[in-house]
């Protein structure tokens, strides 16, 4: 069966936006934070606001997790070890002689 209309070849690619400088990039990444968090009927004072807070509560999240995660992954491991090994030692010997063969280098 043949279709009675055929459209036309497009002349250019309109499937996605293309960025060909960084202002173009960057008003887009701008366009979708707006879309994305429904800040785009706010007032200018208002988005300034909420751009703030946003900063300020990732650089507090991130700072939070780079400050716990250590201890977290150390405790891990101590617990790890206990439920495979049933002792907590023989990490603790596996971690000195490690430790002992960085020191040799």
Same mark, same amino acid.
């Given at each position: 069966?043949t279709?009675?209309?055929?459209p036309?070849?497009l002349?250019?690619d309109?499937t ?5 400088? @960084?202002?173009?990039y ?7 934070? $707006? ?6 009927? @706010? $007032? ?9 807070v946003?900063?300020?509560?990732t ?5 939070g ?7 977290q992954?150390?405790? @891990?491991?101590?617990r ?22 960085v020191? $040799? @280098?």
């Amino acid at each position: 069966m043949t279709r009675p209309f055929k459209p036309p070849p497009l002349a250019r690619d309109t499937t996605g936006f293309r960025c060909n400088s @960084l202002s173009a990039y960057a008003w887009k990444q701008w366009t979708m934070f $707006e879309a994305t968090f429904a800040i785009c009927g @706010l $007032e200018p004072w208002e988005k300034l606001v909420f751009v703030i807070v946003m900063s300020l509560l990732t650089f507090l999240f991130f700072t939070g997790l780079s400050r716990v995660i250590p201890n977290q992954l150390i405790s @891990l491991l101590h617990r790890t070890a206990y439920y495979l090994w049933g002792d907590e030692r023989v990490l603790n010997h596996w971690m000195d002689h490690a430790a002992a063969s960085v020191r $040799e @280098l």
